[in-house]
């Protein structure tokens, strides 16, 4: 990998248009056009960075990867912003190097299995559906935040999206929810606990 692209790594977010042209290789402050390029060399790293920007945008917009932030240029759409380490850790588990050439050390997650994937597990046969889905809703909201809603709210609205056969909501959301004042707008845990 050139130093160029290593140097890269001194950065602690990045734009989109960076973290796929970084992921093909290309310096991000450089034009993809190179007059040495063959047409057709030229066409597949076009496509591979529109694929990798799609990718990229759906874990985004489901609130899995980088962050929403404003845009100078489009103040009324936003943009996503995406932090260093967790863009390593994306590419890292998805078989990608960031910056293409530099590999990582697979995450500690990617490796072995922790005792909650096991205990998750839906083979498990300690494991009730109901508690399966309490634990795994809970678990988003810890992690996400309630995004503006009570605990209440949020999980019954994760349910409803990731469980939508689910006929007993209330019931398990009696069990989720931790705050029944109906406090809205929790952060993350991490967020929180700062």
């Known amino acids: 990998m050139s130093n160029r692209l290593k140097d890269w790594l001194l950065c602690k977010e990045y734009s989109l248009d960076e973290v796929t042209k970084l992921l093909i ?3 991000p402050y450089e034009s993809l056009f190179d007059p040495l390029l063959d047409v057709e060399d030229y066409n597949y790293l076009e496509a591979k960075m529109a694929l ?20 100078k240029e489009h103040p009324d759409e936003g943009c996503f912003s995406f932090g260093q380490e967790e863009i390593i850790e994306w590419a890292t588990n998805s078989g990608l190097e960031f910056p293409y050439g530099f590999s990582h050390e697979p ?17 498990n046969p300690y494991l009730s559906d109901k508690l399966r889905v ?16 009570t605990p209440k709210q949020a999980a ?18 009696k069990v989720i929810n931790w705050y029944p004042q109906g406090r809205k707008d929790f952060p993350p845990l991490k967020e929180y606990k700062k």
């Open 25 to 27: 290789g290309c310096d």
């Open 134 to 149: 309490i634990i795994d809703v809970w678990l988003e909201l810890v992690e996400k935040g309630t995004q503006g809603q």
């Open 107 to 123: 995450t500690q997650k990617s490796k072995t299995n922790s005792p909650l994937d096991e205990l998750l597990d839906p083979n």
């Open 52 to 71: 990798y920007e799609r990718l990229i945008l759906e874990e985004a917009e489901a609130g899995r990867l980088g962050k929403k932030v404003l845009s």
């Open 156 to 173: 019954e609205r994760i349910i409803k999206d990731k469980y939508p056969a689910t006929t007993d909501v209330k019931e398990l959301v």
